[in-house]
Antibody, heavy 118, light 108 residues
C-alpha cells in the first residue's frame, strides 16, 4: 500500500524558515516524480513544486521561486521542502504527492499544516 | 502560465441526478487535464487523468471528456458519497501545473 506521511509543519513567524518532510513507503520511491501541493484554509488547491526521479529537474510556482527548495533522498525514501522567508500567505496545509509522470498526482499524504503568523 | 476556470463554483443536486462540471483552460492543453475529488478534512483523490482515463477503483458513473481548452466531468447518477469539492488540474508541457478554483457539490 502506498503511504506518504508529511511532517515538519507548525507555527513560524514571518520571515522564518521551516523544513517539511515526506516519508514514502509501499512503492519504489526512486522511480516517481514527486510533488508538493498546498491548500490555504478554506481555499482551493495550489500546485507548489515538483522534482524528477533523480532530482535533476525541479519546478516551482512563481510565488515560491527563490524562497522554497524541493529536494529528495532516494536512499531514505524521503521528499523535502525547505521553506525560507515565509509569509502570511504561505499559511496552508502542505500535501506531498506521488506524480507518475510529473503532472497528475495519483497518491497523496494526509498533509501538514504550516501557519505563518507573529 | 496557464489559468484554469471551473463552472459552476457550487452546485446543489439530489441523489440520482446527473451532473456536469465544466473546466476551461486559458490556452490549449491537448488532453492533459486531470480531475480530483476532495472531501472536507481529507486529501484530494485523483479521479481521472488525461481528460477521460478513469483511475482504478473509481466508479464508472464518473466520466470525463474534452480536449483543447474545454473539458467536462460528468457524474451519471449521484450517490451520497459523491458530495464533495471537485478540482480540475492541467499538466500540459512544463510546470506550473495549475488547478481550477473548484466546484462544491452539495446536497439539495
Amino acid at each position: 500500500e502506498v503511504q506518504l506521511v508529511e511532517s515538519g509543519g507548525g507555527l513560524v513567524q514571518p520571515g522564518g524558515s521551516l523544513r517539511l518532510s515526506c516519508a514514502a513507503s509501499g512503492f519504489t520511491f526512486s522511480t516517481f516524480w514527486m510533488s508538493w501541493v498546498r491548500q490555504a484554509p478554506g481555499k482551493g488547491l495550489e500546485w507548489v513544486a515538483n522534482i524528477k526521479q533523480d532530482g535533476s529537474e525541479k519546478y516551482y510556482v512563481d510565488s515560491v521561486k527563490g524562497r522554497f527548495t524541493i529536494s529528495r533522498d532516494n536512499a531514505k525514501n524521503s521528499l523535502f521542502l525547505q521553506m525560507n522567508s515565509l509569509r502570511a500567505e504561505d499559511t496552508a496545509v502542505y500535501y506531498c504527492a506521488r506524480a507518475p509522470y510529473g503532472g497528475y498526482m495519483s497518491s497523496w499524504g494526509q498533509g501538514t499544516l504550516v501557519t505563518v503568523s507573529s | 502560465d496557464i489559468q484554469m476556470t471551473q463552472s459552476p463554483s457550487s452546485l446543489s443536486a439530489s441523489v440520482g441526478d446527473r451532473v456536469t462540471i465544466t473546466c476551461r483552460a486559458s490556452q490549449s492543453i491537448s488532453n492533459y487535464l486531470n480531475w480530483y475529488q476532495q472531501k472536507p478534512g481529507r486529501a484530494p483523490k485523483l479521479l481521472m487523468n488525461r481528460a477521460s482515463s478513469l483511475e482504478s477503483g473509481v466508479p464508472s458513473r464518473f466520466s470525463g471528456s474534452g480536449s483543447g481548452t474545454d473539458f467536462t466531468l460528468t457524474i451519471s447518477s449521484l450517490q451520497p458519497e459523491d458530495f464533495a469539492t471537485y478540482y480540475c488540474q492541467q499538466s500540459y508541457s512544463n510546470p506550473p501545473y495549475s488547478f481550477g478554483p473548484g466546484t462544491k457539490l452539495e446536497i439539495k
